[in-house]
């Protein structure tokens, strides 16, 4: 196929370019800048000159291709917050029934992307592909009530469900949490740090994208998920002996003034499920894990930087 990749100079759009090429596919990616051009030729794919900003150029790219893979998704906006979280994911909703514009009527695959938490039904329980709740309070469901939006609309859509994408040199929210240990001179989690985070590693990402790509089975959901959950403690442990630093617990009250924005995720327990997926696109991850990647940063830039 040919497929236009959004966010295809991002972190993990830049694992998918080398995992569609090395199974045959053919690369088209969106990029607004010359720096981001030259990658993507370096990288063997084809420039696309657009940006979410404009829906034109995202139906001209999905009009020109076999399939889309839609994983851009504006986290410069967010700055040292999250205030314009809301306002991104209106962003997301606008792109997918954009590109959904150029495929409806064929059988073209379009796939979007999500996070994990749209599949928790019971607190404490991990989530599924089977649920979503159009109406839960997170933002990010945008993604998803637009994703169905277009399969009203006879648009082959399915949608990716992302966790804590890491390597060694990124890893989601965690990324953030090292930030915050640096800066506050202690690694924290709060209370006893049971709560649980979903992980995966980026090229293991990067083939579940392709799998379902490649699958295009229209409603479909798959959770991008190698690891369940690991403990907010096992997290700060690993973040705090990397940094050198203490690793401490906190109160709930206490977390907002150490954590800043990202305390209104640090004590979520989210946990989620891979078993339908894995049953369905036969994916099986092998990459390191969160903890092991962790293990291998390079902590004096961490430290430095």
């Not at 409603?219 to 690991?230: C, H, K, P, T």
């Amino acid at each position: 196929m040919r497929v236009f990749l959004t966010g295809a100079t991002g972190f993990i759009g830049s694992a998918i370019i080398p995992e569609l090429i090395n199974a045959g596919h053919q690369v088209l990616g969106l990029t607004r800048s010359d720096d981001g051009a030259q990658s993507l030729i370096a990288a063997g794919a084809e420039v696309h000159r657009g940006s979410l900003e404009e829906p034109e150029s995202l139906r001209s790219g999905a009009a020109q291709s076999d399939g889309v893979i839609h994983c851009a998704f504006d986290h410069s906006a967010f700055g040292n917050d999250f205030s314009k979280f809301s306002e991104v994911c209106e962003k997301d909703r606008c792109a997918i029934e954009a590109l959904g514009d150029a495929l409806k009527g064929s059988d073209r695959p379009l796939v979007i992307t999500s996070g994990t938490g749209m599949g928790n039904a019971v607190p404490g329980q991990p989530a599924t592909e089977d649920h979503f709740d159009p109406d839960h309070p997170n933002p990010r469901r945008l993604s998803e009530v637009a994703g169905a939006a277009v399969l009203e609309r006879d648009v082959n859509v399915s949608v990716v469900r992302l966790p804590q994408v890491h390597n060694t040199v990124k890893q989601g929210l965690i990324t953030y949490a090292v930030h915050v240990a640096r800066e506050k001179g202690a690694s924290a989690y709060i209370g006893e740090g049971f709560n649980r985070w979903p992980a995966a590693h980026v090229l293991d990402v990067a083939r579940l994208y392709r799998l379902a790509l490649e699958k295009h089975e229209a409603g479909s959901r798959y959770n991008a998920v190698a690891e369940e959950g690991i403990s907010m403690r096992e997290i700060a442990e690993v973040i705090g002996r990397g940094l050198k630093a203490p690793t401490i617990s906190l109160t709930q009250e206490d977390a907002q003034a150490h954590f800043g924005w990202l305390a209104m995720f640090v004590g979520f327990d989210m946990p989620a499920s891979s078993a339908q997926t894995r049953q369905r696109l036969g994916w099986r991850p092998t990459r390191p894990g969160l903890i092991a990647d962790l293990e291998q940063m390079h902590w004096p830039e961490a430290i430095t930087h």
